[in-house]
Nanobody
Framework: QVQLVESGGGLVQAGASLRLSCAAS????????MGWFRQAPGKEREFVAV????????YYADSVKGRFTISRDNAKNTVSLQMNNLKPEDTAVYYC?????????????????WGQGTQVTVSS
């Protein structure tokens, strides 16, 4: 199994940047599709970004496209989410997810493993 631990969250002002990291427990990390999801208070979990294992392509939610960048370092078993120009609406708990056989990359149910999340709070 893959265990995931997120880090890098915090409290920042609008317009600032944060870089989230997700550390995986297994060497087989590089065989998984890796995604980031988030959940704001009172809202449903939503897709943020993904790095698809099959071809390495990345996909982003429209709300973060152009501001966020997902990347992975297979040698270090990590996946990162660089978040620039943060907005108050980005405030949420951010979760790292890993999955095999992921078909629809923006569906949380497609992923097998989840981290515990890291809080990102963006003030006005």
């Amino acid at each position: 199994q893959v265990q995931l631990v997120e880090s890098g969250g915090g409290l920042v002002q609008a317009g600032a940047s944060l870089r989230l990291s997700c550390a995986a427990s297994e060497r087989t990390f590089n065989t998984y599709t890796m995604g980031w999801f988030r959940q704001a208070p009172g809202k449903e979990r939503e897709f943020v970004a993904v790095n698809r294992w099959s071809d390495g392509r990345t996909y982003y939610a429209d709300s973060v496209k152009g501001r966020f960048t997902i990347s992975r370092d297979n040698a270090k078993n990590t996946v990162s989410l660089q978040m620039n120009n943060l907005k108050p609406e980005d405030t949420a708990v951010y979760y790292c997810a890993a999955g095999r056989g992921v078909v629809i990359v923006d569906q949380g149910g497609e992923y097998n493993y989840w981290g515990q999340g890291t809080q990102v709070t963006v003030s006005s």
